[in-house]
């Protein structure tokens, strides 16, 4: 290994370090704060957690992961950041600012989404869209009018995806936990030293998170969970990172398989869709919040929420794993059949888990 591929990696895992450090400290001061001015999340009949907590753990995030990528960047890497990472910084502050609001009072879906597009937009304005859909559907090549509000739409989707399946503790956090991690991979290979320590730094940061929010309890006033800043912010960045990646030309010409990136969000993604067409069916707003995510599933069929999250790990690393052994091999048409299938399949076998239990 060369001394420039040492470097690059040893800066990637000091920016992991450093971002788990500094959330090891900001965590418990922010939730010292929370639970002194009672910005507590209150249990309903739709949520999990049986006693109030506070869903600050988001309000962390991005400042640790921004102020890591400012400390491990020379001088000259700051003053001459790529337009994609300006954009990526100024979507992040915009967003972080309007989740920060949305946690302490509630904003309307219709106002989010309005929000979210426009956070989308300032990554479009700094060119990072969608300009090749590798092959889907025979399409490859296609112009800024279909690119851009696809582009918008799958930002959106993901953002919201992210912030839907935080429904037990650790999932969201363990779910963009190997996204980062695949994502570190993938940078290394490259050797896109801002976009590792981005990567980086955000698997770092969810490591503080998930100790706290899986092994804290209120007792101690240390359990926490991220709330809607932090599962949106972490939304806002896996959609970048992946759409960036994809539209990188790599050796021989080609890109990054567009189905094995958004494999990286493939099961809160696809468990959104499912819930927005169920809804729809049965006559009720797609936008209605209900307790059938499939999460809330599993645990109707008598797994523990321990379990749950094992089961959903397992589940996402099939995906993740899967479609990048599968990816050079296979084509990408199929490869999209294979997963949507494998999604029906697993809810299916759920489904009938299910009916066994209600008789």
Not at 74 to 101: A, D, H, K
Not at 251 to 264: E, H, I, N, S
Request: overall charge positive; glycine content about 8%; aromatic content about 10%.
């Amino acid at each position: 290994m060369s001394v420039l591929w040492t470097d690059l990696l040893v800066n990637g895992i000091a920016g992991a370090v450093l971002a788990a450090i500094l959330g090891f400290i900001a965590l418990p001061l922010v939730l010292r704060f929370a639970w002194k001015k009672q910005w507590l999340d209150i249990p309903d009949e739709r949520k999990l957690h049986d006693a109030p907590t506070p869903r600050v753990a988001g309000l962390v995030f991005f400042p640790v992961i921004l102020a890591v990528v400012l400390i491990l960047s020379t001088r000259e890497e700051i003053n001459s950041f790529p337009r994609p990472i300006i954009g990526l910084l100024f979507g992040c502050t915009f967003v972080y600012m309007i989740e920060f609001i949305d946690d302490l009072r509630s904003v309307s879906w219709k106002s989010k989404f309005i929000m979210q597009g426009v956070a989308a937009m300032l990554l479009i304005l700094c060119g990072v869209w969608l300009r090749d859909l590798g092959g889907i559907l025979g399409i490859h090549e296609i112009p800024p009018i279909v690119g851009i509000p696809l582009s918008i739409v799958l930002i959106v989707l993901v953002i919201n995806a992210l912030n839907l399946i935080d429904g037990i503790d650790g999932l969201a956090g363990f779910l963009c936990l190997i996204a980062m991690a695949a994502m570190f991979t993938w940078y290394y290979s490259i050797g896109l030293r801002t976009y590792l320590l981005l990567s980086a730094a955000t698997g770092g940061v969810l490591i503080p998170f998930l100790y706290h929010n899986i092994w804290g309890t209120n007792e101690k006033q240390n359990k926490t969970f991220m709330g809607d800043t932090g599962s949106q912010i972490l939304g806002f960045i896996i959609s970048f990172l992946v759409m960036f990646l994809v539209s990188l030309p790599l050796k021989g010409g080609t890109t990054t398989c567009l189905v094995d990136g958004f494999a990286l969000v493939a099961l809160p993604v696809l468990d959104l869709v499912r819930l927005f067409f169920w809804r729809i069916i049965h006559g009720r707003s797609p936008f209605q919040p209900d307790a059938n995510h499939i999460h809330h599933k599993l645990m109707r069929c008598g797994l523990s929420p321990r379990l749950t999250l094992v089961v959903l790990i397992a589940l996402d690393l099939v995906f993740v794993l899967g479609n990048h052994l599968l990816y050079p091999s296979v084509n990408i048409n199929l490869l999209l059949l294979m997963n949507i299938g494998f999604w029906m399949l697993v809810n299916g076998v759920v489904n009938l888990r299910l009916k066994r239990v209600a008789k």
